[in-house]
């Protein structure tokens, strides 16, 4: 059985994980506007990865899949954790049965106002899809071939929904290439800007460039479950204000500022991280991942470079492959939130980091540290800094090529090392 962090409860309630509703609406209601349209129940889309579409199940959790599997033509995501990710949410392949059809044009928003499932392909300037749904609707924009660019505007804004899921088929490209413009108080500053829940899963692949802004931006909880993102942007490359929880996918990610960042500036409480699977390349000026209150990695392949590679208040490795290389903190427990404990926590996992010079800590906790297992190779001046209890119960340290049986306060010195898996 996995070690979680203490004091985290990641079940949700019984009635939020069983609430399940039929998203298989036929007669949507729609505003277009400039002649946009939305042609109702188109049911045949063919993907270049010649994946036939069929219904996918319900949005439920009684998930409990262990790897990749295939269904008829469904493809699901893996997970070990199903009090945290739905069926819907690790289904890859949409349900297209009642699927809708937006006719993409220039100059032109749809907004998509009831639940359902609409489809998005061919090529658009200064096109923006918003989803106005009810607050129990759930709604999913599937992607395929879509190559939108807007100027000053998010190509998909969600302002009203129980939850939106976008799901790429195929290659997909959306962009916005100047300085963007807010909504009333709202400031949308992001290519994809959600103000609900958000989910990404899908077969393929979306390249999002945001020169001004941040890549995708999620108000409340973010997911992720399978697709391969693509996003280079002068902000955040995921902003997202209360958690985000990762079960697959490949996320190649070049950042002006944080990789992947989860704070809430109104709650210290909230802002949370937690991976189970993926592929992670995150070049980023700032920090990899940040989070406010907990880090929890659980498994995935992490190839870090960035001022800081890993930074919360609380951060526990379990399992994964993890490379870092970093000009500040390789990884960095500070105060960020009231809520917890400041403490690092090894209990599995290959762990390389490799710091550039100067006055750098590879691991640097404002509070303890805790090795129980797992491999830590480190190449630095500073190997660990830690103002609380350091404690080593288990596991493999080696510092500048040389393993040791504690965990030092500092070694100086010593060859540049690499990965190790």
């Known amino acids: 059985m996995k070690k979680y962090i203490k004091g985290i409860s990641l079940l949700l309630s019984a009635a939020f994980l069983f609430g399940c509703s039929d998203y298989t609406n036929n007669e949507q209601d729609v505003s277009v506007a400039n002649n946009s349209e939305i042609t109702e129940n188109t049911a045949t889309v063919n993907t270049t990865d010649d994946i036939s579409i069929s219904a996918a199940e319900a949005d439920?959790?009684?998930?409990?899949?262990?790897?990749?599997?295939?269904?008829?033509?469904?493809?699901?995501?893996?997970?070990?954790?199903?009090?945290?990710?739905?069926?819907?949410?690790?289904?890859?392949?949409?349900?297209?049965?009642?699927?809708?059809?937006?006719?993409?044009?220039?100059?032109?928003?749809?907004?998509?106002?009831q639940e359902g499932v609409y489809y998005l392909t061919g090529t658009a300037e200064n096109f923006t899809l918003i989803v106005e749904a009810d607050k129990n609707d759930?709604?999913?924009?599937?992607?395929?071939?879509?190559?939108?660019?807007?100027?000053?505007?998010?190509?998909i804004y969600v302002k009203s929904a129980d939850k939106c899921f976008i799901t790429p088929l195929s290659e997909n490209t959306l962009s916005v290439s100047g300085e963007f413009t807010s909504d009333g108080d709202t400031n949308t500053d992001a290519v994809i800007y959600s103000?609900?829940?958000?989910?990404?899963?899908?077969?393929?692949?979306?390249?999002?460039?945001?020169?001004y802004g941040n890549g995708i931006s999620a108000k409340d909880d973010f997911k992720a479950a399978g697709g391969t993102y693509n996003i280079s942007c002068a902000l955040d490359g995921i902003e997202v204000n209360d958690s985000v929880s990762i079960c697959g996918g490949e996320f190649n990610i070049t950042s002006q500022k944080d990789a992947i960042h989860c704070e809430n500036s109104d709650d210290n409480t909230s802002g949370s991280v937690f991976i189970e699977n993926g592929t992670f390349n995150l070049n980023a000026v700032s920090d990899?991942?940040?989070?406010?209150?907990?880090?929890?990695?659980?498994?995935?392949?992490?190839?870090?470079?960035?001022?800081?590679?890993?930074?919360?208040?609380?951060?526990?490795?379990?399992?994964?492959?993890?490379?870092i290389e970093a000009y500040d903190d390789g990884i960095n427990a500070t105060y960020k939130s009231t809520a917890f404990d400041v403490m690092i926590e090894f209990n599995g996992g290959n762990t390389v980091i490799v710091m550039g010079a100067?006055?750098?800590?590879?691991?640097?906790?404002n509070g303890s540290i805790i090795v129980n297992g797992g491999t830590i190779d480190i190449t630095g001046n500073s190997s660990f800094d830690c103002d609380g209890?350091?404690?080593?119960?288990?596991?493999?340290?080696?510092?500048?090529?040389?393993?040791?049986?504690?965990?030092?306060?500092?070694?100086?010195?010593?060859?540049?090392?690499?990965?190790?898996w």
């Not at 709604?139 to 100027?151: F, G, S």
């Open 288 to 323: 990899g991942i940040q989070a406010t209150t907990t880090l929890q990695i659980e498994g995935g392949n992490f190839n870090i470079c960035a001022a800081e590679g890993l930074e919360s208040t609380y951060i526990q490795i379990n399992d994964g492959n993890i490379y």
């Open 138 to 155: 759930k709604i999913q924009i599937v992607l395929e071939n879509a190559d939108i660019k807007n100027e000053n505007f998010p190509v």
């Open 389 to 420: 209890n350091a404690q080593y119960n288990g596991g493999t340290i080696i510092v500048n090529g040389t393993q040791v049986d504690s965990i030092p306060q500092s070694m100086m010195g010593g060859k540049r090392g690499g990965r190790n």
């Open 195 to 211: 103000r609900e829940d958000l989910v990404l899963n899908g077969t393929g692949t979306l390249t999002i460039d945001s020169p």
């Open 60 to 113: 439920s959790a009684d998930s409990g899949l262990k790897s990749i599997s295939y269904t008829g033509d469904i493809v699901k995501a893996s997970t070990n954790t199903i009090d945290i990710f739905t069926e819907r949410d690790l289904t890859l392949t949409p349900d297209l049965s009642a699927v809708q059809t937006v006719t993409l044009s220039d100059n032109s928003n749809v907004s998509v106002t």
């Open 358 to 365: 100067g006055d750098t800590d590879s691991i640097d906790a």
